[in-house]
Structure formats: structure tokens, C-alpha cells
């Protein structure tokens, strides 16, 4: 089973500041099946990247992933007050598919 | 409008049987998989397995395989996770999603949850 490393486990910034989520696997899997989701306090998570670094659909490009073979990225660019969340990776190339434990970004 | 519609919350004693749903519309339910995500409180999220509605072909994770039983009705666009005997340890939010299909299996859409609290 890969393991997905999330790290930091919270994250403290104020609006209008970068945020650079990492997200690191135990070993490599297909075709950098990797995906971001985001998850807000009672609501179901929201698919955000896929593909390591194709947004989803309606998803803005504030957000944007990068990464190959054990390490990706989550990055945004400019936090706005929606985007305080959680959010979690998930690896997709290997069976049992797997999520990261979760980084927090919270407001400072 | 394409969406995952879930069962309300569930209350229950160890030992008791359940059965929880995942309604879908909007699209042809029996072209895509449906998977099932755990999240225990305060926890993160994990893959329990996915179904194919149209021939109920199962895939589970080896964490929960023997523990629930997922099954799907074609003629009600709707699946189904199960549990014969319920532990405390079982109390989390269960949500359904639908991943995009072979070889993406990303969840691109999410069902809202079914709460089960399993309490003496």
C-alpha cells in the first residue's frame, strides 16, 4: 500500500498570501495519478487537480499542481477567505488507493 | 442535475445490521463506478472499495474487505454499503463519490454523507 505524507499538518496565513501544500508518497505509482481535494468544515470533499496538475472543472487558477514520482504540490497562488479548508491528496495509480492524511490552512 | 443524494443519519447499537444508500441522477448510473469513502471524526479520508453498477463487479479494499458489503440496484440508480454487525469503531461519516472511470480514478463527484453513530 503507498503511503501519502502531507505535510505541514497546518498551515497559518493571511488572505492574499501563497500557500504551498507538499505531498509525499512512500513510492512511486502510474502515471502520476495524484489528485488535491479541498474539504470544508461539514461538507463533502471538492475535487480540485487531477492528473497531478489538471484543475478541475470550475476550479479557479489560483490553484494550480505540480509534481512527478514520490512528490507533488499543491499550490495557492493567493488565498482568499473561501479557500481556508482542508485539503487532501489521493493516489490513484496504485491499488488500495490511498489519501494523505491532510494539511489544514488556516487563517493567521 | 448530475448528483449523489445519500441516506440521512444513522443511529445504532453494537451488534445491529445496516444498510445505507447512495442515490444517483442526472447521468446513466450504470456506466460509472461508485466508491465509498470513510471519515471517522476529526479524521481523515479512506478508499473503502468501489462498484460497478452495471454488473455489480466489487473491489475492495483489503482494510475493509469482510468488514461491509457494497451492492447496487440497477432499476433505483442506487448502491448500497452494508454492515452485518456494527463495532463503535464503525461510527464515521460514510460518503459515496464517483470516480471518473478507468484509469482515472479520481472522485469527481461526492455525495454529502450519511453520519452512522454507533453507540451502546
Known amino acids: 500500500e503507498i503511503v501519502l505524507t502531507q505535510s505541514p499538518g497546518i498551515l497559518s496565513l493571511s488572505p492574499g498570501e501563497r500557500a504551498t501544500l507538499s505531498c509525499r508518497a512512500s513510492?512511486?505509482?502510474?502515471?502520476?495519478?495524484l489528485s488535491w481535494y479541498q474539504q470544508k468544515p461539514g461538507q463533502a470533499p471538492r475535487l480540485l487537480i487531477y492528473?497531478?496538475?489538471k484543475r478541475a472543472t470550475g476550479i479557479p487558477d489560483t490553484f494550480s499542481g505540480s509534481g512527478s514520482g514520490t512528490e507533488f504540490t499543491l499550490t495557492i497562488s493567493r488565498l482568499e477567505a473561501e479557500d481556508f479548508a482542508v485539503y487532501y491528496c489521493?493516489?490513484?495509480?496504485?491499488?488500495?488507493?490511498?489519501f494523505g492524511q491532510g494539511t489544514k490552512v488556516e487563517i493567521k | 442535475e448530475v448528483q449523489l443524494v445519500q441516506s440521512g443519519a444513522e443511529v445504532k447499537k453494537p451488534g445491529e445490521s445496516l444498510k445505507i444508500s447512495c442515490k444517483g441522477s442526472?447521468?446513466?448510473?450504470?456506466?460509472?463506478?461508485i466508491g465509498w469513502v470513510r471519515q471517522m471524526p476529526g479524521k481523515g479520508l479512506e478508499w473503502m472499495g468501489i462498484i460497478y453498477p452495471g454488473d455489480s463487479d466489487t473491489r475492495y479494499s483489503p482494510s475493509f474487505q469482510g468488514q461491509v458489503t457494497m451492492s447496487a440496484d440497477k432499476s433505483s440508480s442506487t448502491a448500497y454499503l452494508q454492515w452485518s454487525s456494527l463495532e463503535a469503531s464503525d461510527t464515521a461519516m460514510y460518503y459515496c463519490?464517483?470516480?471518473?472511470?478507468?484509469?482515472?480514478?479520481?472522485?469527481?463527484?461526492w455525495g454529502r454523507g450519511t453520519m452512522v453513530t454507533v453507540s451502546s
Open positions: 489521493q493516489q490513484y495509480g496504485s491499488t488500495p488507493w490511498t
Open positions: 513510492q512511486g505509482f502510474s502515471n502520476n495519478y
Open positions: 492528473g497531478a496538475s
Open positions: 463519490a464517483r470516480p471518473t472511470g478507468y484509469p482515472h480514478w479520481y472522485f469527481d463527484l
Open positions: 442526472g447521468y446513466n448510473f450504470t456506466s460509472y463506478w
